[in-house]
């Protein structure tokens, strides 16, 4: 592309730079706009539209490319471990053996909360949506960790982010054992972090816990998939958050808050529910009928993607570990699979999908394996937060640590009343 745009408003012809990255789309920089012609750009959703520089994720939407630092998502998901990614993420490179050992000691002792948690947590309903509970105990970090709140200081930001990685899956364990009335387990430093989180999760006092290896080693590679995702909604909310200088705690939180919509990390949820409704294959076609028909509101969750127009790369290896814990427990004909693999058929042939680019995305087959694995569907949503927090903190400290960051100020196109005068109230019709 060349070097150089031009644009003309109210008959100005200004130049703007284009600029390329490693691989991707170039960026027509149109940070002069305003200055130079008075106009705004308008690109409602910011579907055309780069946020940031950043080295730590790249997607290939047609493709069906995912790339951490540069390393196929399918890679990474089949040969490292979840720590491994995290490590991966915060420092740019794999680790070494002695750094992956350095780093899994220090995640591990940052497992537990402060025991004034506990109280914190007896303020919720026992029917509260755990992702209500984990907005809020995530945000009530910051009440807890004043040293590790200076956003300025490289050192707290180090240890803020070791501590949110760490102590995430311990929180949405709370938020699942106090969901059933269960007592709290603390996390145990002979465990690697998927085992501690299933433990956590599934012990009680009454006798030891043993973790299935299958079902760490799936929900393990269920983490790595769901590790980052570029500047999706939940990442550019925390960047915006943080672009302020809010505490990463509080970011992280507001983070959270958006991955909750049914359109975000929600759709995992909504997805199973929407199996679980659809019920049997022979239901499928009605229901993908629905989908079609603009005037109904029904939408396929789990289908489609703003970035991905081909297959999710997520969705193929997802789809993999699904029939592995369902052979793990001798479930290959669940039911709930078998509509999906039905729905899957059905509108990847439907002329619908085909010119809408519309493919199962990695919410489609999750929610089967986090049921089969013995989560409810409230806790789907919750396992993607845990998982995607190490992402939204390498997003947050690589926006933190960009010299050209700034406070996030959108515009707007203003389409209400003019300047009118005030009426008092005996004059109004
Ligand atoms: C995640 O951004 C990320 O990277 C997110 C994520 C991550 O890792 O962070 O990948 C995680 O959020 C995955 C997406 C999970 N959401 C769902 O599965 C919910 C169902 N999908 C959609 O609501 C939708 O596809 C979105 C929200 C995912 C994407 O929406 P877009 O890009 O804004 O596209 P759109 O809503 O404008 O849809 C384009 C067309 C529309 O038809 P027209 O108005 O052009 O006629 O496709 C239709 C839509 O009606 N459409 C669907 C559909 N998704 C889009 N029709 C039926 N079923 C669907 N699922």
């Given at each position: ?14 130049e ?12 027509v920089?149109?940070?002069?706009l ?16 780069a ?24 890679q ?46 007896t303020g919720?309903?026992?029917d ?5 509970v984990?907005?809020a ?5 910051s ?17 803020a ?8 899956p ?11 009335g ?18 956590m ?24 998939l769901?590790?980052?995702h ?26 959270i ?7 975000h ?14 019920g ?13 028909d ?35 427990l ?23 999908f085909?010119?809408k ?24 949503t919750?396992l ?9 903190i ?7 640590e960009?010299?050209?960051?700034k ?6 196109l ?16």
């Open positions: 592309m060349s070097a150089a745009s031009t644009i003309t408003v109210d008959g100005k012809e200004i703007m730079p284009v600029r390329s990255g490693t691989i991707g789309p170039d960026v920089d149109i940070s002069k305003y200055a130079k012609t008075g106009a705004f750009t308008f690109d409602p959703g910011f579907t055309s539209t946020s940031c520089e950043s080295k730590i994720t790249y997607i290939d939407g047609d493709e069906g490319v995912l790339l951490y630092r540069g390393y196929p998502i399918e990474l998901a089949e040969q490292g471990d979840y720590l491994e990614t995290c490590y991966l993420m915060l420092f740019g490179e794999l680790p070494t053996a002695a750094q992956k050992a350095d780093f899994d000691y220090r995640v591990t002792r940052h497992t537990m909360v402060h025991d004034q948690m506990n109280r914190f947590f919720f309903r026992r509260a949506h755990p992702m209500a984990m907005v105990s995530v945000g009530a970090l009440a807890f960790y004043h040293d590790s709140t200076d956003i300025t200081d490289e050192t707290q930001r180090m240890i982010s070791m501590r949110m990685i760490a102590k995430m311990t929180l949405a364990a709370m938020a699942y054992k106090y969901s059933i269960q007592p709290f387990v603390y996390p145990k430093n002979d465990l690697d972090y998927t085992s501690n989180f299933l433990r999760c599934y012990a009680v006092p009454c006798e030891e816990y043993v973790v299935n290896p299958v079902f760490a080693k799936a929900l393990d590679k269920i983490f790595i769901h590790a980052d570029e500047q999706n909604a939940s990442t550019s909310t925390v960047r915006l958050a943080g672009s302020s200088g809010a505490n990463p705690f509080a970011c992280i939180a507001a983070g808050a958006c991955l909750w919509g049914p359109a990390g929600g759709a995992n949820e909504a997805a199973l529910k929407m199996l679980m409704e659809i049997k294959p022979e239901n499928v076609a009605k229901y993908v009928a629905k989908a079609k603009k005037n109904d509101p029904f939408r396929l969750m789990g289908f489609g993607h703003r970035v991905y127009k081909n297959y999710d790369p997520r969705a193929r290896i997802m789809q993999a570990t699904t029939h592995q814990v369902l052979k793990e001798g479930k290959n004909d669940d039911p709930l699979l078998e509509v999906a693999v039905q729905l899957e058929q059905i509108a990847l042939k439907d002329e619908y085909i010119e680019k519309l493919y199962p995305n990695i919410d489609f087959y999750s929610g089967i394996t986090l049921k089969a694995m013995g989560f409810p569907t409230d806790m789907f919750v993607f937060a845990v998982a995607r927090t190490v992402g939204w390498a997003q947050w400290a690589e926006m933190i960009d010299p050209m960051q406070i996030g100020r959108p515009r707007q203003y389409v209400g009343a003019p300047r009118r005068d005030y009426v008092a109230v005996d004059a109004r019709g």
